[in-house]
């Protein structure tokens, strides 16, 4: 019965990738090598997203967070990447206060995950013979404001069977207005124009 | 303590939501801190990152149908409140980049201790 169980090591090597390289954003003050783990640990985020069985999640993760948005941190980091901003390092004081508000913290968060039940893991015979399910198409039909996933649930009165059509135009007019916005405050100043002398 | 040791003896069994809640607590605290002492505006912006990925876990975690081990189940809901959470991460990293970038043009700096022109 003591067999070793593949996903469990997977899951031990992504998060401790992830833990490891998100310890390793804040410890080190080098702006570019935080950057560089900052990546290692979305990535590896995307890994066990890929593990609790989401993988659309995990692959719009790799996609547009590793892909986009961190090439635009680093982008950001190129270009104020000076000498003296390059390493800045934090006081004593802060260091003090702040690692013993993140140990509280921590510690508060793993007791309350761990102190369900319910939540613990399920017998691993048991997740072995569960259908590996895709879920792409249940999340684009979602978007569309279709639940294909609850369309075998009886019907019950108190039961909104809603999708997320609302959301997504939210998201997307959201997205479109700070696209705008942050096009606007990047652009490049103007430099005041030089009278013509007639 | 004892519900500490449900997170040991993992190679035998398969892991639970509270695993991946464990993995999320530590992204998400490394988040918070790199947000309170990191002097580079950058790294703030980084550490944004890191807790927004860090509560990402748990929608994935509650989302997902193999973790589920009785209890309340967020279905469908996990996964999409995951991907709106990237989205706007996106958008708030354009903004706030765009925002950062300004700062570095105007005051010829990007120590967040140096932006104190508001301050009474």
Redesign the interface.
Known sequence: MNQIYWPSVFFLIFGALACGFAVAVLLTANIVRMAFYLVLSLAATAGLFFLAGQDFVGAMQLLIYVGGTLVLLIFGVMLTSQERFVSMKTMAGDWLIGLGAGAALLFLLVIAATSVPNWRGRDAAEVQQMQVEKTAAPIAMGLLGARVDQINEPAQANIVRSGYLLHFEIVSIHLLVVLIGAAYLARAKRKPASVPTT | MD??L??AN??????????????G??????????M?????A??V???I??VL?GA??NF??F?????H???NFL??D???M???V??????????A??????F??NHD???VDRADQLQG
């Open positions: 519900s500490l449900t997170l993992l190679l035998t069994e398969a892991p639970g939501v509270a695993h991946f809640m464990a993995v607590a530590v992204m998400f605290v490394c988040g918070a801190l790199c309170a002492t990191k002097r580079n950058l790294g912006l980084m550490g990152e890191l990925n990402n876990m994935v975690a989302g997902s149908r193999q973790l081990n009785g209890g279905g469908l996990g996964p999409l995951a991907l709106f990237i989205v706007l991460a996106a958008a708030e990293a354009a903004v980049l765009a925002i950062v970038l300004n570095y043009n700096s990007i120590d």
